[in-house]
């Protein structure tokens, strides 16, 4: 049977898809680009938004509409399995996707897999494979509707997961990325953390890259010294992905957040210090229901402050079973007039930011095609640098950047120069 896999939201949706694929090949089933020559469509959902939900909605009822055989897995079937009475579908959690082959059913021409890591490691996209170390969260953010699809942590052991990186980059995986709901509450389960794990990974042989996933600052703060040594590494992006939803503590504690704005700032500052061009990423959520004038011009002020290069903008969507749902809603209005004003502050920041680094050399790791014949790389700050030449993937290249815009660089080829 020909499947399309259609995934919405995070990386962590990216790798149960690729898990899923790989469990589908094995009992046979080929796959297409497109739904219009799929048998059947697999749509791998998120519902972290109520647009999101929206979009996915629209999307499942399209396929269902033009008669396609239709499984729907993801966050939305396993928290708000309601949504989809009405529509024609068989649905499948993020904790049974085992269970995606059973509900296929046997493809054309079943493959007997040698060994057990035929089914048990990710797929490889290009030159980047995807890995997830845990499923589930220990926070109980008071917005967040994610916890209800994923549950509690569950960790996967270290040998495990470095069985499926190995099998990954014997694949052709050059960029392997973790992901999870948390990566800094791996191993708060079992014993082991995230320090523990970086060291086994990076014992791998081979010449490849690992980006190091999303990490809330309440459970990396016990470890920070330990982690940002274990990102000294070669291996390791210098690239820090640290959500703080809000730069004011009064906001935070109603999020129940369980971390403050200082304590954020002291992350930060102890990778930075090690690392002074370290790439920060961060998330804002505006408009929650208890955010003043105030709590805002507080969460302006931290961008100025912490210079994020990478910033996520949500305008807040009261999600059903949450807490915060509640709480007395702001008008919509008012939630994009401060979500474009925080936009335009970090796109002004980015743009200088990224304007400082015309003229410097550096050198990137080529990881996927781009448009008219470029291809894009990343430097060791997993900063995305396009060059404008049709370059073979996985491969390190020296370049010199020559321009940038409000989120990317661009590179041009040197053959020969010396990095300082």
């Known amino acids: 049977m020909r499947i399309h896999i259609k995934t919405f939201g995070c990386t962590a949706n990216k790798a149960d898809s690729l898990r899923m694929r790989q469990l589908l090949t094995a009992s046979g089933h080929t796959f297409t680009d497109t739904d219009d020559s799929a048998d059947m469509v697999l749509v791998n959902t998120c519902t972290v938004t109520q647009t999101t939900q929206r979009n996915v909605l629209k999307y499942i009822r399209s396929v269902s509409g033009a008669g396609k055989q239709v499984i729907v897995a993801g966050c939305l079937p396993a928290a708000q399995p309601d949504t989809l009475e009405g529509i024609d579908c068989r649905t499948i959690t ?18 007997s897999p040698s060994s057990d890591s035929y089914i048990g490691a990710s797929m490889v996209e290009g030159v980047t494979g995807v890995v997830s170390i845990s499923q589930g969260c220990l926070g109980h953010c008071s917005y967040c509707i994610v916890r209800q699809a994923r549950g509690e942590l569950i960790s996967r052991p270290i040998p495990e997961i470095v069985n499926e990186l190995g099998s990954l980059i014997a694949e052709g995986a050059r960029e392997l990325q973790l992901t999870s709901q948390d990566v800094a509450a791996y191993g708060l389960d079992t014993g082991d953390r995230l320090p523990d794990l970086l060291k086994a990974i990076t014992t791998i042989y081979g010449d490849h890259m690992i980006r190091v996933g999303m990490m809330n600052p309440f459970t990396v703060l016990d470890i920070v010294d330990e982690v940002a040594n274990a990102f000294k590494d070669p291996h390791i992006f210098k690239f820090l992905h640290l959500p703080i939803q809000s730069g004011s503590d009064r906001v935070l504690e109603s999020m129940n957040r369980k971390h403050t704005v200082d304590e954020f700032k002291h992350i930060v500052q102890t990778f930075r210090q090690k690392f002074p061009h370290i790439i920060l990423s961060t998330d804002f959520i505006v408009g929650y229901p208890t955010e003043t004038d105030e709590d805002f011009n507080a969460t302006l002020k931290l961008l100025e402050d912490i210079k994020p290069q990478k910033v996520n903008i949500t305008r807040y969507s009261s999600r059903p079973k949450t807490s915060a749902s509640l709480l007395h809603d702001m008008p919509d209005w008012q939630k994009k007039e401060r979500s474009r004003t925080l936009t335009n502050s970090h796109h002004s920041l980015n743009r200088k930011l990224l304007q400082k680094k015309i003229g410097e050399q550096s050198r990137i790791l080529t990881t996927e095609a781009g448009k008219n014949n470029s291809t894009i790389g990343r430097d060791i700050y997993y900063n995305i640098v396009a060059v404008s030449e049709n370059l073979p993937l996985g491969e390190w290249h020296n370049v ?21």
């Open 400 to 420: 010199i950047i020559v321009d940038s815009t409000t989120t990317y660089l661009i590179g041009s080829l040197k053959k020969d120069f010396l990095l300082d």
């Open 94 to 111: 993020p904790s049974s996707l085992e269970d995606i082959t059973d509900i296929a059913g046997k493809g054309d021409s079943e493959i």
